[in-house]
């Protein structure tokens, strides 16, 4: 019913920049929270960023002043901004929202299938 589709991973070199967005797409009504999630090969998956549907956010501590969240609530698609990147950044990223489906009076949490982000040092 709800698709989330990732895009913007890739190679880039350590102190590059990289901009990641997620499009949601279905039988949407609205989405709520949105977040970003990274994991790395044989590792638990761990939240970086968190967005609601009013556009606040928070940052994971590990990621504060080097990633920043984002959305665009019109476009059912969220944006991760990452900066300053080091080969430790390198994981596979998701993103998941907390999604309203049409005539539904809770929400369905769905994930993306995750895209690729290699920091080469």
């Known amino acids: 019913q709800v698709q989330l589709v990732e895009s913007g991973g890739g190679l880039v070199q350590a102190g590059g920049s990289l901009r990641l967005s997620c499009i949601a797409s279905?039988?949407?009504?609205?989405?709520?929270?949105m977040d970003w999630y990274r994991q790395a090969k044989g590792k638990q998956r761990e939240l970086v960023a968190h967005?609601?549907?009013?556009?606040?956010?928070d940052d994971a501590d590990s990621v504060k002043g080097q990633f920043t969240i984002s959305r665009d609530n019109t476009k059912y698609t969220g944006y991760l901004q990452m900066n300053s990147l080091t080969p430790e950044d390198t994981d596979v990223y998701y993103c998941?929202?907390?999604?309203?489906?049409?005539?539904?009076?809770?929400?369905?949490?769905?994930w993306g299938q995750g895209t690729h982000v290699t920091v080469s040092s």
């Open positions: 279905g039988s949407i009504y609205s989405i709520n929270a």
């Open positions: 998941i929202a907390a999604v309203r489906l049409i005539l539904t009076p809770y929400d369905t949490h769905y």
């Open positions: 967005s609601t549907s009013d556009e606040s956010t």
